[in-house]
Every structure is written in structure tokens, then in C-alpha cells.
């Protein structure tokens, strides 16, 4: 069992900057891939970033790449999801999700969401143009 909370959602320009954060208890956090993904009203939820066991590989959807930075830290048992230039085309519910059965990881589908099997409540990000 894993519990995911994420946190650092609100309201900004267009143009700004948010640091989403996501707490995960449970399991041994560095022992399996974490990404992110994004549902915004009436639409499906999308990939937006993942990132392995060790942080060192990272991957990312092509609307965000270049302005989101996903991180971890085992230590903290805590990812991260650096937000810039944010647009007003961001504005979704944003959610962690945890790959405890190695799914993502062995498969390479890091961006399919059905490969991941615990998911956070969610965080809102709206950005306002």
C-alpha cells in the first residue's frame, strides 16, 4: 500500500512558476518510477512527466518539455514537478502516480497511465492569461 499527497497547486499568470510536490509513505520510494499527469475539464487525463527509480532518467510529454522539470528525492521520499512559463493551456488537476508493480519501468510506457498503480488526490494548478 502507498499513499500519495501532493501539494503546491494554486493560482498564477501566465508566465509563472509553480513547484508541485508529491509525499509518498508505504513503500520504499526509491525502488520503483513516479510520474505525473494532468486532467484538465473535459478532458482526459494526459501524461505530463516521469521519472525512474534513481532519478536518473526523465521523460516528458512535448507540450511541457522544455518548461517542466520533474525531480526527485529519495531521502525525502518526496517528486517534484517544476512548473515555468506556465500557460494558460496548463490548467488542469495535476496527479501524481506511483509504479509499484515495476509496470512503467519494465515495459518503458512510462507515459500510459494504466501502468501506474497508485494515484494521488490531486492538485489544482489554474493559470490565468
Known amino acids: 500500500q502507498v499513499q500519495l499527497v501532493e501539494s503546491g497547486g494554486g493560482l498564477v499568470q501566465a508566465g509563472g512558476s509553480l513547484r508541485l510536490s508529491c509525499a509518498a509513505s508505504?513503500?520504499?520510494?526509491?525502488?520503483?518510477?513516479m510520474g505525473w499527469f494532468r486532467q484538465a475539464p473535459g478532458k482526459e487525463r494526459e501524461f505530463v512527466a516521469a521519472i525512474n527509480w534513481s532519478g536518473g532518467s526523465t521523460y516528458y510529454a512535448d507540450s511541457v518539455k522544455g518548461r517542466f522539470t520533474i525531480s526527485r528525492d529519495n531521502a525525502k521520499n518526496t517528486v517534484y514537478l517544476r512548473m515555468n512559463s506556465l500557460k494558460p493551456e496548463d490548467t488542469a488537476v495535476y496527479y501524481c502516480?506511483?509504479?509499484?508493480?515495476?509496470?512503467?519501468?519494465?515495459?518503458?510506457?512510462?507515459?500510459?497511465?494504466?501502468?501506474?498503480?497508485?494515484w494521488g488526490q490531486g492538485t489544482q494548478v489554474t493559470v490565468s492569461s
Open positions: 502516480a506511483a509504479d509499484i508493480n515495476y509496470s512503467a519501468e519494465s515495459s518503458g510506457r512510462y507515459g500510459t497511465s494504466d501502468e501506474y498503480d497508485y
Open positions: 508505504g513503500r520504499t520510494f526509491s525502488s520503483y518510477a
